[in-house]
């Protein structure tokens, strides 16, 4: 049982946390101060209301230490370095391209910020402790809901811009991904003893055989989003799967079996729907439409290469040239305005962001406590891969959105909730195990595997 701090205890224990986040509201500030005095010639004159977002920022970050500290929160005082700083970041970036109606601060798409702390707060305070294997209950549950979401979008959504949306523009696939999380998590775990037992020895049952139900759901899901034409949720999905399943077992032919499905379901997509077929042809040769389909890839190409080592200088890119700039292309106006240098360092925070993550699901020592932080990290990281290989060309473009730093109001949401699942779990690891849940089972090279 973990010591119950004292407030002054709790403002001393989170005294790191207290220092990254003067120090990432410090450099926010300073970008944000460059940015105005950039634009103070095409104004008439500095208004408050034109640091609202900067104040915000700054208000939050007392909210969430202050909350940290009352409640004597004794989880990760350093996972919320990185992601202040990537957060800010995003805010400062749509701040440049014009994305805050500060005349209508109150407008939904506004509210995601502070929906998003809030949710992360009662997150992280819900499920601390030994509360978090409440979820584990829910696993099927997550399954069964996340296809009717799914069933659901496919019969009443509405299209724009190549995705699907609900009512008020709410994109579910995102709570989607959390609930296969939550899904994946809860039916490996239940399966412990017996995915521990084939590692250690020849004679237990094949672990594909064990995991045949999950691979069954997935598929399910899969085959609901290629009807939908989603292929960047079907790559997250695949590439979720794999790393999880390595993360468990240690083993590269769970990584190829589901690399081998998701390779079945691109091919499945390119054969029955000209949209993944016009898509690959546009990554493979955007100058077969330069002024229609392939008209942002080579705009945002051609930023970045503008951009060259150093950027143009924040705020004097033309990020208006590229379409979706705000949202899937918002790396290639990073590209054109800090430059390969400023490129560097958000991939840097950003692998400093995982790294922090994956070293709560390698701590936790509750099986489905380090599967789950394990499945939100990877959807993160999955995410992230996506939309800078995309950009850059690497990949074809999928849609998928910057984690923290591109405008969307339901990803955002779903982060931090995401964030505060993982906060939970950065307190609860190894102090409040699962009686039902041993510690992950001890990886073994794959001749030892069934």
């Not at 051609?302 to 379409?323: L, T």
């Not at 999928?398 to 505060?420: A, E, Q, R, Y």
Request: proline share 4%; glycine share 10%; aromatic share 10%.
């Amino acid at each position: 049982m973990k010591k119950t701090l004292s407030i002054a205890d709790a403002w001393r224990f989170r005294s790191t946390e207290r220092k990254l986040f003067f120090a990432c509201f410090c450099t926010i500030a300073l970008g944000y101060l460059g940015l105005s005095l950039n634009d103070m010639a095409d104004q008439e004159g500095w208004s408050r209301k034109d640091f609202l977002p900067l104040m915000v920022f700054g208000l939050s970050l007392c909210l969430i230490h202050l909350w940290f500290v009352c409640f004597r929160f004794q989880g990760d005082t350093k996972l919320l370095g990185a992601v202040v700083l990537l957060g800010g970041f995003g805010i400062l970036a749509q701040h440049r391209m014009g994305l805050f109606d500060l005349d209508h601060p109150w407008k939904l798409s506004h509210l995601a910020y502070p929906i998003g702390i809030t949710l992360m707060l009662i997150t992280s305070s819900l499920f601390k402790g030994s509360r978090i294997v409440i979820l584990q209950r829910l696993g099927w549950l997550s399954a069964l809901l996340s296809l009717g979401l799914m069933v659901a979008l496919l019969l009443t959504g509405t299209r724009y811009r190549g995705a699907t949306y609900a009512a008020g523009q709410l994109t579910p696939t995102e709570i989607i991904k959390l609930l296969m999380v939550l899904f994946l998590a809860s039916a490996l775990a239940s399966r412990e003893k017996a995915i521990r037992k084939s590692l250690e020895s020849k004679g237990g049952r094949s672990i594909t055989l064990m995991i045949l139900p999950i691979y069954l759901v997935f598929a399910c899901l899969v085959g609901l989003l290629i009807l939908q034409r989603d292929l960047g949720m079907v790559m997250i999905l695949a590439l979720m799967l794999c790393l999880v399943l390595f993360f468990l077992t240690g083993q590269w032919r769970y990584v190829i079996l589901s690399s081998g499905g998701m390779v079945l379901a691109g091919w499945i997509a390119q054969s029955w729907l000209s949209h993944a077929r016009g898509r690959i042809q546009t990554w493979l040769d955007p100058f077969t439409d330069p002024t229609g389909a392939g008209w942002q890839i080579l705009q945002g190409l051609s930023g970045m290469f503008a951009g060259g080592i150093w950027g143009a200088g924040f705020g004097k890119g033309n990020p208006e040239r590229i379409p979706i700039a705000e949202s899937d292309f918002i790396y290639a106006v990073i590209g054109e305005e800090l430059g390969f240098a400023g490129c560097v360092v958000l991939v840097s925070f950003y692998l400093i962001f995982f790294h922090q993550c994956y070293r709560v699901a390698i701590q936790c020592k509750d099986t489905f406590g380090s599967i789950l932080a394990a499945g939100i990290t990877s959807i993160w990281a999955c995410q992230t891969l996506l939309n800078m290989g995309g950009v850059t060309k690497a990949i074809p473009m999928t849609g998928i959105p910057l984690p923290l730093v591109s405008h969307g109001g339901s990803n955002l949401v779903t982060v931090c909730i995401g964030l505060g699942l993982l906060l939970s779990l950065s307190e609860s690891e190894g102090r409040y195990p699962s009686k039902a849940s041993k510690p992950p089972p001890k990886r073994s090279s794959s001749r030892k595997s069934s």
